[in-house]
């Protein structure tokens, strides 16, 4: 059905009147009060309603007065009746031509395999629905309004972009007779039954199957949702960290960070889940704070935006993006923070997490890098790079040794951490690391303190894979498309400088908001495979090594080979060796310069976060400032 055309009642498949079955209006009925038929309307709507409800459940049903108790009856007993009907059957219960849409309501009560089980169309109306009881010339009580929102069904979302009947939802013309039967909504919210002067018969039959659906959805289990990816950015734009800058008295004038934070997913699923996010305060090496001062009134918030996935998408149906802090949700503390997305109606195991960073500024931070060497493997370039952050807090009442902690990332790469802390609580992570690394803190306040890394493999520019050409790579390929050139051992030479490790894909048309399938190669060039396990990371798993990631051998081709579906966009990546530890899933143990080599001139922007103890609230790590720098110089915001 395309949209802006009429859903029409299929004229040789009414079915007869019967107990439990719908009956069609009488023939050449308008419903129009001036030419004197809407009687008939009205008969007929209230003939529809008892006999549903004495069809379905004649102890019960019939004193629940909802549209949605009496039309789950009505649909119940009209799909049964009409299931092996060729064309299938519309949500009132009659039989609608061929080319209307099924949905997600169709396919929960038939299967997957079922002929009626037909993809549904991904055209959503973003307008909000309700339903309520009938009430004769009267409005509805607030105990009965209750909303749907936009996400409810996917079928009265396409049904919605009929011409008519999107003006009938929308207030903009009557929906139904007095309220006897249906009720349609207005403007997103509920009102009083409307009436039906001059509406035509096909638009009646539309809002009855439309609301109807509607009905039964409200009570219809969802089904499980497919998490497609999750990112987390700096206000609108995708290529920056994820700092939050908080209010202070004390901030300097220059202070990385943006007034909030965007979390971006993409879901697969029938239609928006009801997620709940809920925020926890972490450590500086990201463990929960287990602080019950920092977690009051932090309840969660629902505050998604979802809009639908291009129609040629095959990977995902909805992407939803979260504001933090919002109208429900503060950020009050500085530090770590988790993200953790909960299921809203059980809202017990995380379903995924994402991590970002508050700072309150209260101190200065300054970044260096230097071009250094360490001892590297046979074969491999041994620069090296070493980072400082030199410290000053901008208030003499901050004490020296509450001054404890600094961790360095690359930017994009926070699940790569280099901790120079001297506080015993917080985790090492030189396991992550084949190499390991050297750090040390020197100087006292008031003066200033230095946190030095050093010693730290330069690696090599990030690799590029530009997934933005749709000739190239097509939109809805069935097959993993293989890369035109199989990647090569590099040994610290690159031919064109990256993104600094950022997914570009805003640049995109929102037709080519999709994902594509991608078969990766890594020839060896005649070389032995690697004594290491070896994982593809880069901007599209953020960085974040793991199984899923793993490369797999090929004996008969003699190359590695891993398939997988990507955002597109234009990603930054490298090959890295490593070990995946059987008891935690982690990978430690990570070498980049197998495969990449090492070089000085890579443009690797490293972060340095910097914390304090701060004594309130029984103690917590709070983020009191942030620097950055390359080794071409330090970064300004």
């Known amino acids: 059905m395309e949209p802006g055309s009429d859903l029409r009642w299929a004229p040789a498949c009414s079915p007869p009147s019967a107990p439990g079955r719908a009956e069609l209006p009488p023939a050449g009925c ?14 007929w709507a209230r003939r529809c309603w008892h006999s549903a409800a004495r069809a379905s459940d004649p102890a019960g049903i019939a004193g629940d007065n909802t549209a949605a108790g009496v039309f789950a009856a009505w649909l119940r007993a009209e799909l049964a009746a009409a299931s092996r009907h060729p064309h299938g059957v519309d949500g009132a219960g009659s039989v609608l031509s061929a ?34 009881p009938c009430h004769r010339r009267s409005a509805l009580p607030a105990s009965h309004q209750r909303p749907l929102q936009p996400h409810a069904d996917g079928i009265g979302m396409v049904w919605a972009h009929s011409r008519r009947l999107r003006h009938c939802l929308a207030g903009s013309c009557p929906a139904l007779q007095h309220g006897d039967c249906l009720l349609a909504a207005a403007g997103g919210t509920l009102t009083a039954p409307s009436r039906l002067a001059g509406t035509p018969l096909s638009m009646r039959a539309s809002a009855a199957a439309a609301i109807a659906l509607y009905g039964l959805t409200l009570f219809a289990q969802e089904p499980p949702v497919l998490l497609r990816d999750l990112r987390i950015y700096g206000g609108t734009d995708e290529t920056a960290p994820p700092i939050l800058q908080l209010p202070s008295e004390e901030a300097p004038l220059e202070a990385p960070g943006y007034p909030f934070v965007t979390l971006e ?27 019950v001062f920092l977690a009051f009134g932090l309840a969660g918030t629902t505050l998604f935006s979802w809009e639908s996935a291009p129609a040629p998408s095959s990977f ?34 995380p379903l995924a997490e994402a991590r970002f960073f508050a700072v309150k500024p209260a101190a200065e931070c300054r970044v260096t890098v230097y071009a250094d060497l360490y001892t590297a493997s046979p074969g491999v370039s041994p620069a090296a790079v070493t980072v400082e952050a030199w410290v000053r807090p901008l208030s003499a009442r901050r004490t020296d040794r509450r001054l404890h902690t600094v961790v360095f990332y690359r930017n994009h790469r926070w699940c790569e951490p280099y901790v120079v802390t001297q506080d015993a609580r917080i985790a090492d992570t030189r396991q ?8 040390s803190i020197s100087g006292m306040l008031p003066a200033g ?31 993993p498309i293989r890369l035109p050139m199989a990647d090569l051992r590099r040994r610290g030479n690159f031919w064109e400088f990256a993104d600094d490790g950022a997914l570009r894909s805003a640049h995109l048309p929102p037709h080519l908001q999709d994902y594509i399938p991608v078969e990766f190669i890594l020839d060896p060039e005649g070389a032995p495979p690697s004594a290491q396990e070896l994982f593809l990371v880069g901007s599209f798993n953020h960085w974040c090594p793991s199984a899923q990631w793993q490369l797999a051998w090929d004996e008969q081709e003699g190359v590695y080979r891993l398939r997988q579906l990507l955002r597109r966009g234009r990603h930054n990546y490298l090959y890295a060796t490593g070990r995946l530890n059987a008891d935690t899933r982690q990978v430690e143990a990570l070498d980049f310069t197998e495969w990449e080599g090492n070089t000085t001139a890579a443009r690797h922007t490293f972060f340095a976060f910097v914390y304090y103890l701060e004594p309130d609230f029984g103690g917590y790590d709070a983020l009191i400032a942030v620097g950055a720098a390359s080794i071409y110089g330090p970064l300004r915001r």
Not at 319 to 346: E, F, H, I, T
Not at 470 to 478: E, L, M
């Open 265 to 291: 997913l993409d879901v697969e699923s029938p239609l928006p889940p009801a997620l709940l996010a809920r925020l926890v305060h972490c450590r500086p090496d990201w463990q929960e704070s287990q602080n």
């Open 316 to 349: 995902y149906t909805y992407r939803g993006r979260l504001r933090l802090p919002n109208a429900q949700l503060s950020v009050p503390y500085a530090g770590n923070w988790k993200v953790l997305l909960y299921d809203a109606r059980a809202p017990t195991t």
């Open 449 to 479: 303190k230095l946190f030095r890394v050093e010693q730290l493999p330069a690696q090599n520019e990030y690799r590029v894979l530009d997934l933005s050409n749709p000739a190239q790579f097509p939109p809805g390929a069935a097959q």
């Open 99 to 132: 080319g209307a849409p099924r949905g997600p309501t169709v396919r929960a009560l038939f299967g997957h395999g079922h002929a009626l089980a037909q993809p549904l169309q991904r055209q959503a109306s973003q307008r909000q629905f309700c339903i309520g």
């Open 432 to 439: 992550l690391y084949s190499t390991g690394y050297r750090s």
């Open 30 to 43: 308008t419903a129009d009060p001036a030419r004197g038929n809407c009687v008939q309307f009205r008969r």
